[in-house]
């Protein structure tokens, strides 16, 4: 039996190899497996690597599959000052690409904030990449209608300091939107795996701050900027890039949805979930990505010439 028919089930196991390293004031914690081509997968918020646990079996024999616990998240250390906007954030991952000496053909595997991480490294290093897949990403900044059934209250308290004590006191996200934004009931394991990095109210800072930074409405206005200008290159850019939509979806849908779908060499597909759909559809989503990466391989040279 090979790693992808195991997988047919969703596993609360995170099996693979990780990683650490040492790097500006901190750690990061890594899953490190296969060989090859790297493909980084970077997740969101509240999130972890343990978010593509059931996803990395797919392409492990297409190259070496590389997913890190952002600064002050699921394995890897805290910020000594709590830095952790998207800047700091965008700060330690760039020296994570640098010590780990990634510099040509990556693959990069996105979702929630992990997508504007990763979309702003690749404009910022646009030879380096071979291939882009999304999810549930940030394509644009948004607007206060933008968010169905009145989600914007939330994001508005959000912003405020009763949004300080839903997620300082409460850990809002991990507690809340987590559970509410995935389809089936995660187990206990599973629940406790994402708890674990945010068990004191101090920690929990991280998920803070990307609640107050998401663009919306024009403000914070630096993050409009970073999210309209990585927006705008992928739009123009040959790199190819496969869209995973979902059914029904919560971030990436509406004008948002529209939008992505003008973006050239493109191929589009679906999957059942609301958010965190890798806990939902890990196996279908697999299983794309695998057929996506082979798919670009064929056609290397052409890639390769597509992103100078």
């Known amino acids: 039996m090979n790693n992808t028919e195991k997988m047919q089930t969703i596993s609360s196991n995170d099996i693979h190899p990780r990683k650490r390293v040492k790097l500006l004031d901190t750690e990061i914690s890594y899953v490190d497996t296969g060989e ?13 690597s343990y978010l593509w646990r059931n996803i990395i079996p797919y392409v492990a024999r297409l190259g070496r599959c590389l997913a890190p616990d952002l ?27 640098e010590v780990l000496d990634l510099k040509k053909n990556i693959t990069l595997v996105l979702h929630d904030w992990g997508s504007a991480l990763g979309f702003n490294w690749a404009y910022k290093n646009q030879e ?70 945010f068990k004191e109210p ?24 970073i999210v309209t200008d990585y927006g705008r290159w992928l739009s123009q850019s040959k790199i190819p890039k496969l869209l995973i939509t979902a059914e029904p979806g919560a971030l990436l849908t509406g004008r948002d949805l529209e939008f992505c779908r003008t973006w050239s060499n493109q ?12 806990e939902d559809s890990p196996n279908e989503i697999g299983q794309y990505i695998k057929e996506f990466i082979e798919e670009v391989d064929k056609d290397t040279p052409k890639s390769l010439e597509q992103n100078i």
Not at 169 to 181: A, D, I, M, Q, T
Request: some cysteine; charged content about 30%.
């Open 36 to 48: 090859g081509d790297p493909i980084v997968f970077l997740h969101g918020n509240p999130t972890s």
């Open 71 to 97: 600064v002050g998240m699921g394995k890897s250390g805290k910020s000594p000052a709590n830095a952790y906007y998207f800047e700091d954030h965008s700060r330690y991952l760039n020296a994570w690409f």
């Open 128 to 197: 380096k990449v071979k291939c882009i897949v999304y999810m549930e990403a940030i394509v644009r900044p948004r607007d206060w209608s933008d968010f169905p059934n009145g989600r914007d209250e939330i994001f508005r308290a959000l912003r405020s300091e009763k949004g300080k004590e839903l997620v300082i006191k409460e850990n809002f996200f991990v507690e809340k939107v987590l559970p509410k934004s995935i389809l089936r009931k995660l187990t206990d394991e599973e629940m406790n795996a994402y708890r674990e990095p």
């Open 202 to 225: 101090e920690s929990r800072i991280p998920t803070l701050r990307f609640a107050q930074e998401l663009p919306i409405a024009g403000t914070p206005e630096h993050m409009v900027k």
């Open 267 to 278: 191929k589009e597909t679906t999957v059942k979930g609301i958010h965190y759909i890798q």
